[in-house]
């Protein structure tokens, strides 16, 4: 009798685990950063972890450290403004690109250049084309996105 036995506890391979840039979506709706994950991970090019209790982020953003970090501004309790802040202030995270995602601004003011706490945002709803172009407009050289 022939059995063939999968072994599903091995780690996957480095070029698949380790080769992708890591990103964390941080924002209070589990419906968005559910499906923006999904839309990413579909190209292929990245590792995308999200965290849907501002509370947590900074925590998260230790655990995953990621390499480009999408947040959302307005968020209950503690926006995205004071999440940015705590990120900024761990030596571990300070220089981990932190690109803000909002409602609050149309599509034509994000166009025009505009920077909010001196970062660069994308405005809501957002498509994915325009979400991986702002994506690698703000990713630190990486060997998929050179």
Known sequence: MNRVIEADFLPAPVEEADEKPRILIID????????????LERTKRYSVWEE????????????????L???DISMPETD???????????????RTPIVF???????????????????????????IPDLIAGIERSLPAHPLSR
């Open 52 to 67: 849907n209790d501002p509370a947590m982020a900074h925590q998260t953003a230790q655990q995953v450290k990621p390499d």
């Open 80 to 94: 995205g403004g004071e999440v940015a802040a705590r990120i900024e202030s761990d030596l571990a995270l300070h």
């Open 69 to 71: 970090i999408l947040l």
């Open 101 to 127: 995602l909002t409602a609050l601004i149309t599509k034509a003011e994000a166009r025009s250049g505009l920077r909010i706490q001196g970062r660069p945002f994308l405005a809501k709803p957002i498509n």
């Open 28 to 39: 209070d709706n589990p419906d968005f950063t559910f499906s923006t994950k999904c839309a």
